[in-house]
């Protein structure tokens, strides 16, 4: 049963995670011409973002031995070349993933 | 009210967030067998995944709840594990500017996967892609909801081995790196992304890299516009 600390915890998480998601927003309203600078940062972030997210998704691999970094390569290297072939996303996430899992639970 | 999501809108959502739904369902239920292992009824993992909506963080939190932290501790390591966040709000400020009503809840449900989506989204303003946005960060809400309680509700129960399959979150955000890749001739941002990231992880290791990677991608993309301004002015 969670008690009221629990719940103290959860409510300063769940205000702390919108914080960080409504902050942008709070520091530069709708309504407010917004600086030079910013609306040319929010072209490029994007792209720094999503690649940016996907090393973090990588944090994890190692080098020192094979099985720490090589079903993560060589997925990558299938959903890269499936996407850049057929350019269907679904088939690229879906065949990179099987292809991770079979790597994962039967060859290391 | 109008109809918020038309057929067609729920459709399109609902296959982009297809890969979204098999990690969430998978990731969920990670999150919902810790929960019952540190002894929690699935009603509070439901509030959780309702009020946090927050992967990483979800995880996290079973350890701050069972350490029984200090709440500041816990506000700290939030800022900490979330501050990413923050370059989601600040490049859809102009995408998620007239969303009107449905805005608030747009950024509450702004997670690494959502944003992915969104970003990816071609810069078009209508009422379709408002409804586009909402369904796709309540699709993923739920997916995530559903996940916890399941995994609460069961334990470890799987009907197959899912070992791996969070890997369509790697993949998702590979391919949408792609298209970005293919829709702009501009790839310095993109490589200033990923060497900072991955620079910072091997220096810095794996528990403060991805803020030290934060500071070093805002600085660089700044200094980089700030010279293409100048350079513009000079031309």
């Known amino acids: 049963m969670p008690d009221t600390h629990d719940l103290i915890l959860v409510a300063v998480i769940a205000v702390g995670t919108a914080a960080t998601r409504f902050l942008p927003f709070l520091l530069f309203p709708a309504g407010r011409k917004k600086p030079d600078w910013l609306l040319r940062l929010s072209d490029v972030l994007p792209s720094a973002s999503v690649a940016m997210l996907v090393v973090y998704c990588l944090k994890d691999v190692y080098v020192s031995e094979p099985h720490g970094f090589l079903p993560e390569l060589i997925s990558l290297a299938v959903v890269s070349l499936l996407h850049l072939w057929k350019r269907q996303p679904l088939l690229s996430i879906g065949g990179g993933t099987i292809c991770y899992m079979v790597l994962l639970q039967q060859v290391f | 009210m109008r109809m918020l999501i038309k057929g067609k809108v729920l459709k399109t959502a609902f296959i ?200 070093i991608i805002a600085v660089s993309l700044l200094l980089l516009l700030q010279r293409r301004k100048e350079d513009e002015h000079f031309a």
């Open chain 2, 16 to 215: 982009d967030t297809l890969p979204i739904l098999a990690a969430y369902i998978v990731l969920g239920i990670g999150f919902g067998v810790l929960m019952s292992d540190a002894g929690y009824f699935p009603l509070f993992s439901f509030f959780m995944s309702v009020f946090i909506f927050a992967g990483a963080m979800q995880y996290v939190a079973v350890s701050l709840l069972t350490a029984k932290v200090m709440p500041l501790t816990a506000l700290l390591i939030t800022f900490l594990v979330n501050a990413r966040h923050i370059f989601y709000g600040l490049s859809l400020l102009e995408r998620y500017k007239d969303t009107g009503k449905l805005k608030p809840y747009l950024i509450f449900g702004l997670t690494d996967e959502t944003y992915s989506l969104v970003c990816s989204q071609p810069y078009v303003k209508n009422e379709n892609k408002t409804a586009y946005y909402f369904t796709v960060t309540l699709l993923n809400h739920i997916y995530w909801i559903t996940g916890g309680v399941i995994g609460n509700v069961l334990g470890s129960v799987l009907p197959f081995n899912s070992k791996g399959i969070e890997f369509s979150m790697t993949a998702l955000f590979t391919v949408i790196f792609i298209e970005q890749w293919k829709q702009t001739k501009d790839h310095t941002p993109a490589l200033i992304g990923i060497v900072a990231t991955a620079v910072s992880r091997i220096v810095f290791g794996i528990d403060y890299f991805l803020i030290i990677a934060m500071v």
